[in-house]
């Protein structure tokens, strides 16, 4: 055996079952040049042991082609991270075992063991102190050190302070023959909080998963044609113009046209339109959309990976990625708690100690032990979290974690009209009298195609099929609120509202009226809804849109609003102007014409069918079709705030009670010790069950 | 009382015991992945290899 065995790791994420197991694993027998493969789980990670031949860029290739997201990752990092969690847990077990038995030795002490043996005793866990003392609270020395020179107060420093304090006004009584002695205590806190920092570890990694595209495309493999052949490959050999075969039930991996004669699709996931959706020949379908019936073929013209849905899981990663952009609130908060507690504790001592030095020092370490703002600073990023799953369970993808602060503030909700509070679907066009002539009808059919505003859609609609043939226009233009215009035949075509008629549109030919209709937009009853429940939430409604004033008084009417909330002939700048002036505003919209807006006001929200770039700017983004996501969003942010703040509370009358009590010299250092992890931990079950307590 | 001189040395020589048969035990990585073998132990194979990469007694 000559050959080279190198270990190659690997961050899969992704796998969360046997068979993902299995197929991860039968990667060993199906690559070159792999010795052996180990899967760990719990981290996420993929040991290799590669021979000469292994590519590790071929390995994250098939990795990802098997759906999961694959990344190399150093061998220095893999190997500090592992030995990491290993001391983690031998401290944690050798803390225990010397905690145990000190208090055991204690527990002598307390039930009145003569005072002979408690100086024998005493001694004994003086010698299980020490270790106690040097190895297992180590961490909390590193810590603070650490963020002493970033000069900040990290909740470690008042433990390490406790620890090197408590310890050494022990020995001295001790030695002394005094009683005070505070080896147990010390011990117990140290194992209490290790155990904490331990448990939510672990509950941040349950419930801060990433997802990955496979969680919402399935994994399954896919047919490419290749001349009459059919072979089998993986999402990352798709090529843009193969052509690839769906049958039903399966999942389009990646954008692509439909060439076999129309099918039926099921949308829902990138549109959150339930009913199936007829797509015809040369029709584009998404990645995403599921087939409904029978083989459909069609050709790829697009990546995968470019995708709006990988956009999206990309999106969504990257938000639950960022842990530290969510500490940030809860490490504010405790920094200021630490620093004030450390301020009280040492303002107590320089009084206190003129009447008697040593219940000063045991009193203001009592105080430092009880009022840790462990709780804080862990349970608010938590917080936090457990809020943008929720909301993903309801379909928002909340792309940024402030945004459920910044709702609570928010009075002023400012909506879209067209595509988000009147749908595309939900709109038709009638003419008057018959349909116009079929070179009319294709004439209409251009100037309408290349203009993505819904009433072109609805006017689409409602031409026979038969003239969906494009014609050759000059001039094209697209004014926006007034309709398109072009040249054809040396004659200039116009299509725009009617003047004094709402809801109507005319075709005009060098300025005379060729054929007009109606368009109807019909409000849904759940965006009447939405906005009558936020009227009764009492946040302003503003509606503005690019529409004649017109049809923005008939829905005034509809919604019930006042005249001046409602803003018709809106162009993008003004829409933006309309929002600097306000303050606190949250933005409703879903197109081009939106994100100049959105990027203005202080939460903006995507709709289901926005376009790319208002996907992109918006700091939230609806899953589903219509705006009642808008009424969950707002609850959810609600609940949240009130989460927060009643932990906050919670932690700060905890602390203020059991700080005063501790100064007062009621509460012993071993009792506060207790105590403070409860605290914490109490608190983190407080938060995992409010959010849990309504199930969806 | 005089027992207690017998037990706690005992007492110490039992947490020691334990607490190096833990630390054994953790560097041994027993404690490294507490989920992998509770899904792998679900997987039939024939093969000798299970997929924690440790041989089974399959093996033939």
Not at chain 1, 517 to 522: A, H, I, K, V
Request: hydrophobic letters at 40%; aromatic letters at 8%; charged letters at 20%.
């Amino acid at each position: 055996m000559t050959e080279n065995v190198q270990n190659y790791y690997f961050v899969v994420q992704g796998m969360h079952c046997v068979s993902c197991l299995t197929k991860v694993k039968g990667l060993s027998q199906s690559l070159d040049g792999i010795q052996d493969l180990q899967i760990d789980m719990s981290k996420d990670l993929v040991t290799v042991q590669g021979l000469d031949g292994f590519s590790q860029s071929r390995f994250v290739e098939a990795v990802e082609g098997l759906g999961f997201r694959a990344s190399g990752v150093e061998k220095q990092k893999v190997i500090e991270n592992q030995k990491d969690s290993r001391s983690e847990v031998i401290r944690l077990g050798v803390t225990a075992a010397l905690a145990g038995n000190l208090m055991l030795l204690s527990f002598a002490t307390y039930a009145g063991a003569p005072d002979r043996y408690n100086y024998y005793f005493s001694w004994i866990s003086f010698f299980l102190f020490v270790p106690i003392l040097l190895y297992s609270a180590f961490p909390f020395y590193q810590n603070s050190f650490s963020s002493l020179k970033a000069k900040k107060a990290s909740i470690d420093v008042p433990l390490a302070i406790v620890m090197v304090l408590g310890g050494a006004l022990s020995l001295r009584n001790l030695v002394l023959g005094h009683s005070e002695i505070y080896f147990d205590s010390l011990s117990v806190l140290v194992f209490l909080i290790l155990s904490s920092r331990m448990m939510v570890k672990s509950v941040q990694k349950h419930y801060i998963q990433p997802l990955s595209v496979t969680d919402l495309l399935g994994d399954s493999t896919i047919s490419r044609k290749r001349g009459d052949q059919i072979e089998e490959i993986t999402r990352s050999q798709i090529k843009v113009g193969d052509l690839l075969q769906v049958v039903s039930n399966e999942v389009v991996p990646a954008d692509s046209i439909l060439r076999s004669s129309s099918a039926y699709f099921d949308c829902s996931m990138m549109t959150g339109e339930s009913d199936p959706v007829e797509i015809h020949q040369w029709e584009r379908v998404e990645a995403g959309f599921r087939c409904l019936s029978g083989v459909s073929e069609i050709e790829v013209s697009k990546l995968p990976q470019d995708s709006r849905v990988q956009k999206m899981t990309d999106q969504m990663n990257s938000i639950l990625s960022r842990p530290s952009r969510i500490a940030s609130l809860g490490d504010r908060i405790a920094q200021i708690f630490t620093l004030s507690v450390i301020g009280i504790g040492a303002l107590f001592f320089a009084i206190y100690s003129q009447i008697d030095l040593n219940q000063a020092i045991y009193r203001s370490l009592a105080l430092l032990v009880i009022a840790c703002p462990c709780g804080i600073a862990i349970v608010t990023p938590l917080a936090l979290s457990l809020a943008v799953r929720k909301s993903l369970k309801k379909g928002l993808l909340i792309k940024n974690v402030d945004t459920f602060e910044k709702i609570a503030q928010s009075n002023f909700y400012i909506f879209d009209k067209t595509g988000t509070l009147t749908s595309r679907s939900s709109s038709h066009f009638e003419w008057q009298g018959d349909l116009p002539s079929m070179e009319m009808q294709r004439v209409i059919f251009s100037l309408q195609k290349r203009s993505s505003h819904p009433i072109s859609g609805a006017v689409i609609r409602s031409l026979s099929p038969e003239s969906y043939e494009e014609v050759k226009l000059t001039q094209y233009e697209e004014k926006v609120g007034f309709g398109v215009e072009g040249e054809f035949n040396d004659k200039k075509y116009w299509m725009t509202g009617i003047p004094g008629e709402s809801q109507k549109i005319g075709l005009y030919c060098d300025g005379v009226l060729l054929a007009q209709g109606t368009f109807y937009s019909e409000l849904e009853p759940e965006t009447v809804r939405v906005i009558r429940e936020l009227k009764e939430k009492e946040k302003d409604i503003y509606i503005l849109t690019g529409d004649q004033s017109e049809k923005a008084n008939r829905l005034k009417e509809l919604l019930d609003l006042e005249s001046d909330h409602v803003h018709s002939k809106m162009t993008p700048e003004s829409k933006m102007e309309f929002i600097s002036k306000k303050q606190n505003v949250v933005y409703i919209g879903d197109g081009m014409n939106d994100a100049l807006a959105m990027s203005q006001s202080l939460v903006s929200v995507s709709m289901n069918q926005s376009v790319d770039t208002a996907f992109r700017v918006s700091d939230v983004h609806l899953l589903r079709t219509g705006v009642t996501g808008i009424l969950d969003l707002v609850e959810i942010s609600e609940k949240t705030r009130k989460v927060i703040v009643s932990i906050l509370a919670i932690s700060l009358l905890y602390n203020i009670a059991f700080g005063t009590f501790a100064l007062l010299g009621k509460i012993t250092p071993l009792v506060a010790a207790i105590l403070m992890p409860l605290s914490s931990l109490s608190l983190v079950a407080i938060c995992v069950l409010q959010f849990r307590k309504e199930k969806l | 009382m005089t027992i207690l001189v017998m037990t706690i040395p005992v007492t110490f020589l039992l947490v020691s015991f334990f607490v190096i048969a833990f630390v054994v035990a953790a560097k041994k990585n027993q404690f490294k992945d507490l989920e992998t073998p509770a899904h792998a132990m679900l997987i039939e194979n024939e093969e000798n290899e299970d997929l924690m990469g440790r041989k089974t007694e399959h093996e033939k």
